[in-house]
């Protein structure tokens, strides 16, 4: 079996179902029964592996876990609350105080909060540094470093970076490489072949089926040494190659109370299975939207990685096979000109998710930008005159009838 799809739908339970169920049920259970008292005193010694509290482990979670790990060929995966959850918990069990990480300095907006406002306070710091420029990372690194973090398709300035590059850094000086894979799930982006020691999601986008529920992963690849990190070597002298997930369990998740859901789970479980269905559709119709926004006259500009003329276009076919996410923006005249446009919009919605199954379109400098002060958003390269536009799955002649007549005169 080869095909994403088949794999997923035929990735087998951890113990049988007594009714021979097809789908996993929703364990929607707090505690778990031993039967014996030397049982459960063996599980709170590590010894006899079972699930005792859905805070630390539940069996629909397991599941979903199990079915990413055997998809991704990863060596852990943990499944959080949300896609903030995961990268704190990375970022957190991997750094101490006076430690700082190299970040790539196009983020997602919350992201570039929780470095800036949140783990600031505890005396992490983080250097921002333009990923595509590979030259300027490595001079950042000194003996406090402990990673380089990046996403694998910026947005909305959809920039990819180089990641074998980056790994071959990370490599040479024993630290790890993160990536934020949020916009290219599984089905198109291998992390493990490309270096990648830990990618985070937030499995909100497009491993949800369609914006049903907030969640997020931790997969690790099972490349990095976890001795090299002398916050998880305690760990690793315990634990091996599960060192990291021992780490994020025990000290993470579970003290900090991140779980994911049993019906969370349930919704990502089934996300999984039309995960890849649902990528080809989003991908067929960003090509023809680019390819319509290119000959109209009234489009001054368009950037979609996926498209040949792109200057990320050779990075997108070695790193996604061609498939850099389905986020594109486009450029009107002016501002006024783009408020009227999403105004007239009757299918593509004004939201600020991504990777919906409907399409939703935003205008990033008045809204998830807005508290920056405008030379930042400037810098940042967030233009008065471009949108953002996460494309869905509806009928392509659908979503180029319905952004013609908004273009079109009143
Ligand atoms: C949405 C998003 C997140 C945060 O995920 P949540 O599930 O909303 O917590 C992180 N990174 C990227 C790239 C995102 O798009």
Redesign the pocket.
């Known amino acids: 079996m080869k095909n994403f799809t088949t794999r997923s739908l035929n990735i087998p339970f951890l113990k049988k179902d007594p009714h021979n169920a097809l789908a996993m049920p929703i364990y929607e259970a707090v505690a778990f029964e031993f039967a014996s008292a030397e049982d459960i005193a063996a599980n709170f010694r590590g010894e006899f592996p079972a699930h005792t509290y859905s805070r630390t482990s539940n069996p629909t979670v397991e599941y979903f876990e199990s079915k990413v790990k055997l998809l991704t060929g990863a060596h852990q995966v943990l499944a959080l609350s949300?896609?903030?959850?995961?990268?704190s918990a990375t970022i957190m069990a991997i750094c101490k105080q006076g430690d700082n990480i190299i970040s790539g300095n196009h983020?997602?907006g919350?992201?570039v909060a929780l470095f800036e406002q949140s783990l600031s306070a505890y005396g992490l710091e983080t250097r921002m540094v333009d990923t595509c420029k590979i030259e300027e990372v490595e001079p950042l690194i000194d003996q406090n470093t402990r990673a380089i973090y990046f996403?694998t398709v910026t947005?909305p300035q959809l920039e990819i970076a180089d990641i074998s590059r980056l790994a071959d850094i990370a490599n040479r000086h024993g630290i790890l490489l993160i990536a934020?894979s949020?916009?290219t799930p599984p089905s198109v982006f291998d992390s493990k072949s490309l270096g990648v020691h830990i990618e985070v999601?937030?499995?909100?986008?497009f491993i949800s089926g369609g914006a049903t529920s907030?969640?997020?992963l931790i997969i690790d690849n099972g490349l990095y040494d976890w001795s090299k990190n002398p916050n998880c070597l305690a760990f690793a002298g315990k634990f091996g190659k599960d060192a990291f997930i021992a780490r994020l369990r025990k000290n993470y998740y579970r003290n900090l109370g991140m779980p994911m859901t049993a019906h969370t789970a349930n919704y990502m479980i089934s996300g999984l299975d039309i995960l890849e269905l649902r990528v080809e559709r989003c991908f067929a119709n960003c090509m023809k939207l680019g390819e319509y926004f290119q000959n109209n006259p009234k489009v001054k500009r368009v950037d979609y990685p996926g498209l040949k003329d792109s200057a990320f276009y050779p990075l997108a076919l070695k790193q996604f096979g061609g498939v850099p996410g389905t986020v594109m923006t486009f450029d009107l005249e002016s501002q006024q000109e783009c408020f009227r446009f999403m105004n007239r919009l009757k299918i593509i919605r004004r939201a600020t998710n991504?990777n919906d199954n409907k399409s939703l379109i935003i205008h990033p400098y008045s809204t998830i930008y807005a508290e920056f002060p405008e030379s930042e958003r400037l810098k940042m390269e967030i233009r008065t005159t471009m949108m953002r536009l996460s494309v869905g799955i509806e009928g392509a002649g659908d979503l180029i009838e319905d952004i013609e007549q908004a273009l079109g005169v009143e």
């Open positions: 949300s896609g903030m959850s995961a990268i983020l997602f919350h992201s996403e947005n934020d949020t916009v999601m937030s499995t909100t986008k907030v969640g997020g991504l």
